[in-house]
């Protein structure tokens, strides 16, 4: 059974690095590239955001005894399959997986304008994956 006050902890720090993300974005572009302390910023928000949808995810999984992921890419993919998230938000989910693989493991081979596309193309990625896990908690009966 999902625990409600963990997933809602969980999903409540995802809206914030993403709030703290929206910030960054708002900086101008030239700005924020040739500052590395911003770009740093960024990629440390985006790892941790990544990180919480991925635990809330993997809770998920693991409380409703869904299959077992092959990796977090595919956690994504087993929320999919169990309608806890739509099929439509699932390529940029497992991308949203893969960047942050490339972060953490190869960071020095990131590109700083790819932060910056991410900052302005994908944060509401976060925002509709936050929505349908919410959605789906919502829909669970109280323990």
């Known amino acids: 059974m999902v ?4 997933l809602d902890q969980v999903l409540s720090n995802c809206r914030e690095y993403v709030r703290s993300l929206a910030r960054l974005r708002d900086v101008p572009r030239d700005a924020f590239l040739s500052d590395p302390d911003r770009v740093a910023s960024a990629k440390y928000f985006f790892v941790i955001a990544i990180e ?6 993997n809770h998920i999984v693991s409380s409703e005894c869904f299959r077992l992921p092959s990796d977090h890419a595919d956690s994504f993919r087993v929320l999919a399959e169990n309608g806890v998230v739509g099929e439509e938000l699932l390529p940029a989910l497992m991308a949203m997986a893969r960047f942050r693989n490339r972060l953490v ?3 020095w081979q990131v590109d700083d304008s790819l932060v910056r596309e991410y900052l302005e193309t994908r944060l509401g990625d976060f925002e509709a994956y936050v929505a349908q896990v919410a959605r789906f908690s919502r829909s669970k009966p109280a323990e």
Do not use: E, G, I, N
């Open 3 to 6: 625990d409600k006050p963990k």
């Open 52 to 57: 919480a949808c991925l635990d809330a995810a």
């Open 105 to 107: 493991h190869v960071y």
